[in-house]
C-alpha cells in the first residue's frame, strides 16, 4: 500500500491514463482522489467506472486561473491536504505543418498543455508547503525531439521540462517533489486522433508503423504509465525531484 492516506488530484482524470491511475492509487491506498476534467459527463462516467467512494470529481478548464484555484481549493476542502498533483490534463492540437497552423490552434494546446501545468503548481504549492508532497506532470517523447506537423503539442511538450525544473528546485526546501512522465504512444483515445488526422481512414496502418518502431513491439497501456506515475508518488521516490522518466518500450532510444 505504498499510497496509503495521501491525498491526490488528477487532471485529465476522466481519460484513459487518468482513470487508469486514480484506479492504480486506491488500490495502492490512496484516502481520496479528485478526478478534475472539462465535462461533468466524462467524468460522472469515470467515478462510476471506478465505483470507489473515496472518488470525487471537479469539473472545469484547466487553462483558467478561476477554475485551477476553485479545483484546488475544493481538493483542500475534502481532503484537508494535498500530498499528490499529477497533472495530466493534454490535448495532441492538429496534426498539420507549422506554416498551415492557426494562432488559435496554437493557442488552445499551449493553454491547456503549459499554463494548465504551471497554473496547477501555483495553486498547489501553497497547500503542498505545509506537508511537502509529489507533483507529476505528463510531458511526451514529444517533448525529447521533434515530431513534424506536430508544431503545438511538440513545443508544448519541451516546454513543461523546463517548467518542471524551475518547480523542483522551488520546491525543494518544503519538500516538494516535482518530476515529469515521458510516453511514446498509448493505447487510448489520443492516439487514436493522431492516428486519424495523420491518415484520414488508414488509421490502423499508421497504428502498425509506430508499433515496429517501438522495441518491445507494441503501444503503452495506460497501465505502463499509472505505474510510473504511482511509483513517483510514493515514498519510495522521496529523493528523486527535477527528472525525466521515459515510459515508451524503447521508442526513443
Do not use: C
Request: hydrophobic share 40%; aromatic share 8%.
Amino acid at each position: 500500500m505504498k499510497l496509503e492516506g495521501k491525498y491526490a488530484i488528477i487532471t485529465g482524470g476522466a481519460g484513459g491514463i487518468g482513470k487508469a491511475t486514480a484506479k492504480l492509487f486506491l488500490d495502492e491506498g490512496a484516502a481520496g482522489v479528485l478526478l478534475v476534467d472539462l465535462l461533468e459527463k466524462n467524468l460522472e462516467e469515470a467515478k462510476k467506472e471506478l465505483g470507489d467512494k473515496r472518488v470525487y470529481t471537479y469539473a472545469t478548464n484547466v487553462s483558467k486561473a478561476t477554475g485551477v484555484k476553485a479545483y484546488t481549493d475544493k481538493a483542500v476542502d475534502l481532503f484537508g491536504k494535498i500530498d499528490v498533483v499529477f497533472l495530466n490534463a493534454g490535448t495532441e492540437g492538429v496534426v498539420k505543418s507549422l506554416t498551415e497552423y492557426t494562432e488559435e490552434e496554437f493557442d488552445l494546446v499551449i493553454d491547456v498543455n503549459v499554463k494548465g501545468v504551471w497554473l496547477g503548481m501555483k495553486y498547489a504549492f501553497p497547500q503542498m508547503e505545509k506537508n511537502g508532497g509529489s507533483i507529476i506532470i505528463t510531458s511526451s517523447v514529444a517533448g525529447l525531439t521533434g515530431t513534424p506537423k506536430m508544431i503545438a503539442y511538440t513545443t508544448s511538450k519541451h516546454a513543461v521540462i523546463g517548467t518542471m525544473r524551475v518547480a523542483a528546485k522551488e520546491g525543494a526546501p518544503f519538500n516538494i517533489r516535482v518530476n515529469t512522465i515521458h510516453p511514446g504512444p498509448v493505447e487510448n483515445r489520443m492516439m487514436r486522433s493522431l492516428e486519424d488526422q495523420m491518415a484520414p481512414g488508414a488509421g490502423a496502418e499508421v497504428k502498425k508503423g509506430f508499433e515496429s518502431m517501438v522495441p518491445l513491439g507494441r503501444y503503452a497501456l495506460n497501465e505502463d504509465i499509472a505505474n510510473m506515475a504511482a511509483f513517483l508518488a510514493s515514498d519510495d521516490a522521496k529523493y528523486i525531484t527535477g527528472a525525466t522518466f521515459v515510459v515508451d518500450g524503447g521508442f526513443s532510444a
